[in-house]
């Protein structure tokens, strides 16, 4: 073997190694939003959380490897074994990296439908999500449509640059969030959450797993956001220092706000991860903390309206954590990300109110459509003594801790 | 003195906190129990093997009152707590012979 | 025979249970319970949205001795759990009729 | 009426619960206790320093029945619970005045 | 220094940093397992399975390092350092690696034998089979004697191709499975799991920490496979998707065949891990998948019949998990290995049914003649009075929440 | 691209994507801390753990990011984002890693002071150590001062060779361990600790949390020491191996030291890697066994003589764990380091303990005047009322379990 093929080859490989290591990263966080999704639920809906989590995932590979990801991308690996190791499996490893951004989207919904949906039709759900909704978005950005994000795609064309969203704060989050709002306002408040117009927040299970939860979902994002340079050649320290400062950002502007509240600093970390994902390649890392600062003051405040003002359910905050900080993010990155703002350039504010503006309208229009149609068919919601009960014992016949008094 | 144990439902237990508090009566102690009556239960799978479990949960509470004011107190909980179906719980009454207040010392029905 | 009921503060419990040891009494029943009264409680917020919480934890010691020795009892608990601030607990005392020790099947006072 | 409260062994909770359903008692109420009493503990270590425990769990089961039935549930529970060494339990009998179901409104032995 | 030179040391720093990644996910692997087991015994025993797991890796690695290693590949590092530092210590990094699987080995029979054995007697059984045992049939497979797994060993000369088992679902998991078997069996059932011929299953402590323990395996389990390559620059995207993709038709079949069971979804994915190791360098991808979905089933299935039908009280079910679905895994590989059913071929059937034979019958005999011997020098059970206090108290002399009432 | 440059730009690469990998495991290690100390609390001190860990982190990454790391290094991230990303932002990496280091400080300090230091002052005393006396001795060491570890500083010139401490078992934990026994002394005991002079341990919350904060710390610390190397291609497998054998050593030894205490098996861990951090690089792993063996030992007997005969309330036994074993580890450096014990040479007895020296005097005194003045100016300790009711519902108005009875 001489020099350049050794040195292509070792490129290869260390291309492969990096996007596993980046994929198996971001499946951690899938642990994450289990943990994340069990302390903050009440006990009875404990175990749901966690078979729901890892049905989600299962269901989600199956259909974005035969469907959602050939829709994207036009890569089908329903091809000879020779062919798939032609690359030493490079594409399987990209898909892979892409898969656990996809599976996402029915773990961020997770958390705002919890304690009162129907086990069976939100998996379907998530299925029609992950294997339609989001690759077709997914191929407008980054995929093969690139009419959105293509370089030379519409949007390149008419605003100058393409739509730029580095690591998914709009593809990924704003799509969950969004995605998941319709699905709470049809699903509606879980019993006894508000009682004659008062709000009555049901007190959560356990601190403990989401804090877990959240730092497994810290510590997976810096493989969620850095891996996204989809090969190791292009990696970038700067891609993990705005990560860094964002989730500090959100976190210290989450304590402050909320006066030291441990939900919140918790939150607000993830909500800075969130927002800076768009924007963190070209984001100067004063900018990425201003950025997570920004967000972390959104969760606080948005939360907080959206549950106690506008009186909508959602138990773990997903619409103003994935969904709204995730829209931030994505203008954000068509603030500073210009030049004048310490930024790496090439973005412009209207190709990034446009991207943004098009993941909404698709996410609101196709969670109204299939949570309806879902409705309708089969019901989406828990009986009422099902709720009751709790959906442990109502759909998984076991407690969250069997032993517990005799 | 009368002491009330009622075992009720936990989802009723706010509303007969607020009852008991609209009639006066704040102090009580209260004690998560597990009851066992003529209420269906549940089925609980582990590994492939069925049970059937029927003992739930439930809240006890205690009240130690004077005599005059227990059937007051009574009637609040009755109507806090009911909601006609099986399991809604019972109330047991006896009697307190005495009742003596730690912090001060003092005996008896003042002590309350 | 007579139940003795104390509700104690956690963090005088093993003050309290010295405190009987020294009088000779070691049998007693202990559970975890939530009080409520005229103690003051605290503030919870639960995700920006504030609660006063004035269910607190406490102790419950059921201690069932013959009448002669109850006062010592009662006198030995209020010494032990005494702070003087609000919360420090309550005693009540019932009649027990009778009482088995399982393991022997005995009955009545000699079976305490 | 009259009150059965039994302390036992968790471990024998399932055996009493079946013999108790064998005569026909299904109502019950039960808590997770400690007992202290003369069964001896057990040595725990923290970081270095020993500590002897003599709370030890037991399960607490508190019954109400009409008074002609009472020394059959004593019985079975006697019988269903004895290991015969130390540390099996206590069952006290005390009386209750009245009793309220909850569902119904009814008073009285009938409420049972 | 010059290009080829620089390529090389290149080279050699991704091979060993590979290594060392990889090692530390399956290092992380060990905390899967001890809360695997923490969550599915009862309260009073789960400081026992922290302690137990903790223990045994420690003393897997002294062993491994003075005795099995050795034994196994004919490396010893009781040579000067600037012999180790020759390589960039390359040889101590692989050392770790194949570590990290040695020690599955107690920790696999731990979960089996949990709630009732005794702990030194079992940190011993451990040390031996660790130190003697798993290096014994690990020579013969990938080791310096190569007689089964080696291309120019017995079984190569006599079916025509060696023995498969890329990443230890014969090697590891089968082995660990059938030891635990007679150590099962030789201790008989927990006080008051068959009472009067009923089966009467202790409930477990906690699902959420049986969740924990299961994703920290199931991550840790992508090091364990796509590290098996053994050097960076084999690394295969494709060993990933297969992992990956049999996990999650473990999970899913386990679900559909338990009726949302959640302590069986868990174990399904492990199930399909286990047995995709060995072949998921030549498996196609939607082999592997169907591969997952079989070890699924066969879990679910055997499970059942394995405690309700022939009662033995293998608490974890670590037989059916680890010793059938890694006994699958390994003909499996000669199933869908062969080019015909989409694989890479190279793999023969009877190569394999032999390779998994030659397993069974060492695990069988040495956990009986060792568990025997214990049991006979001094006992393998805890007392009567100790099981009943649980082995926390009666061992450690520690509740697992010392501070709980008092 | 011609083949050098093609072979810079990935070494480049690699040492960006090796770093970030390091400082991810260290970052992961910050969850450790926090789970190490809600395990070892009482159950109304939990959520100020884990409150406090995340606020920690967040401000020390602030004032390491401004203050810290250009103070230690002269290097500063206000300057224009291409010259952050010249060197695909290994600078910012590198950051990245260090300040994971220098954000163990006050996590250390944490596990001290638990359940009685108040949460400002804390938080404000943990960004002066990480914003100016960490730096300041880690400039010595490291950095560009030099004078305690440079080649050609003082110490170099006076002893020979300089103070070596390849990972930090004394620039970070022995700084941590000995910045926190002022602390502690000023505060004293927690309310009930010391009864009429009778020590009177306080009961841990919960084995399982005590055991994942242990499992956390273990597993991220192969990044602490092995991206040490701060490049890729010095990346060496004899640094994971020896931190292996320190810390199974350590754990075997308070195994047998305690009698299979549970909580000293998971310290002991933690000792051996805190020793074998200093001479990781340079130990034979022999001797890297028994230097854990001997600080596995060091944490069991100090443990117990600092808070059964001194009397001192060191909560998680922070000085003796991180502050003896890690001055333990700096001498030790000077021992087995040397060739005729086995090791690489290049070490000297007498600059390891001249630099031990200067980190204990400099935390000694650091400590005591910024507890001191901060205890002045507004208090350090929570008023007893507070510390009575727990600092979870006085500061964060939360409990750890909030749906706990009713
Ligand atoms: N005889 C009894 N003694 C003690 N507790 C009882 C008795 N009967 C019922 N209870 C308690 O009251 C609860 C409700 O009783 P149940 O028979 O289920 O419903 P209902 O009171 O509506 O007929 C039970 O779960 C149990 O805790
Ligand atoms: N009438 C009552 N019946 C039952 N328990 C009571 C009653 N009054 C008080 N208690 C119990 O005693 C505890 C202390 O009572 P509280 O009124 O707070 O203080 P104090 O006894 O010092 O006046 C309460 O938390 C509650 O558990
Ligand atoms: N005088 C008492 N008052 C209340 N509970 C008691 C009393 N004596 C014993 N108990 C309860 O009964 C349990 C068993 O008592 P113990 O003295 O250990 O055994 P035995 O009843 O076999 O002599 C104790 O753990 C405690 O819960």
């Known amino acids: 073997m001489n020099l350049s093929q050794g040195l292509a080859q070792l490129v290869q490989s260390g291309n492969v190694f990096f996007l596993i290591w980046g994929a198996v990263m971001v499946f951690s966080m899938h642990a994450g939003f289990a943990f994340l999704e069990a302390g903050s639920v009440r006990k009875k809906n404990v175990v749901n959380a966690f078979t729901k989590i890892l049905s989600d995932w299962s269901v989600s590979t199956v259909v974005y490897f035969f469907i959602g990801f050939p829709l994207a991308y036009g890569i089908t690996f329903l091809t000879p074994i020779s062919q798939l190791l032609g690359d030493q499996g490079f594409n399987l490893a990209h898909f892979f990296f892409l898969l656990t951004f996809a599976a996402c989207i029915p773990a961020i919904i997770s958390g705002g439908i919890a304690e009162r949906a129907q086990f069976g039709t939100q998996i379907i759900a998530g299925a029609i999500f992950v294997g339609l909704i989001y690759p077709l978005y997914e191929a407008l950005v980054w995929g093969r449509f690139g009419i959105i994000g293509g370089v030379s795609g519409w949007l390149a064309n008419f605003a100058g640059v393409p739509f730029h969203d580095f690591a998914g704060s709009v593809v990924v989050h704003a799509m969950g969030g969004w995605l998941a709002l319709p699905a709470i306002l049809i699903l509606g408040p879980r019993l006894g959450r508000y009682l004659k117009g008062k709000s009555m927040p049901l007190p959560l299970h356990s601190i403990p797993y989401l804090s877990l939860g959240t730092w497994l979902l810290m510590i997976g994002w810096f493989g969620f956001n850095v891996a996204s340079a989809g090969v190791m050649t292009r990696v970038s320290g700067l891609v993990a220092v705005n990560s860094l400062l964002a989730m500090v950002g959100g976190a210290l502007a989450a304590l402050v706000f909320s006066k030291n509240d441990s939900v919140f600093i918790h939150n607000g970390a993830l909500a800075g991860l969130i927002a800076v994902c768009a924007g963190s390649d070209i984001f100067h890392p004063v900018a990425a903390l201003i950025v997570g600062i920004i967000a972390g003051i959104i969760f606080t405040k948005c939360f907080v309206i959206e549950t106690e003002v506008f009186k909508i359910d959602d138990v773990l905050g997903v619409w103003p954590l994935h969904g709204i900080a995730g829209a931030w993010g994505g203008i954000a990155a068509g603030i500073f990300g210009y030049e004048f703002l310490g930024g790496a350039g090439g973005v412009s504010i209207v190709s990034q109110l446009i991207g943004v503006g098009a993941c909404l309208v698709i996410a609101l229009i196709a969670g109204t459509i299939v949570y309806k149609f879902l409705d309708a068919i089969s019901g989406i919601r828990l009986s009422k003594r099902d709720e009751m009960l709790g959906s442990d014992l109502a759909v998984h016949r076991v407690k969250a801790y069997p032993e517990e008094l005799l | ?112």
């Open chain 2, 1 to 112: 003195m009368i002491k009330i144990e009622s075992i009720i439902r936990p989802q009723s237990f706010e509303a007969v906190k607020d009852a008991l508090a609209e009639i006066g009566i704040t102090g009580m102690t209260v004690i998560a129990v597990k009851g066992h009556g003529r209420q269906k239960g549940y089925t609980e799978v582990y590994k492939g093997h069925e049970y059937h479990i029927n003992l739930l949960e439930k809240i006890k509470i205690e009240i130690v009152v004077s005599d005059e004011v227990a059937d007051q107190v009574v009637d609040a909980i009755v109507k806090a707590a009911q909601t006609g179906e099986v399991g809604d719980g019972k109330i047991f009454l006896s009697d307190v012979k005495n009742v003596i207040r730690i912090r001060t010392g003092e005996k008896g029905p003042t002590a309350l």
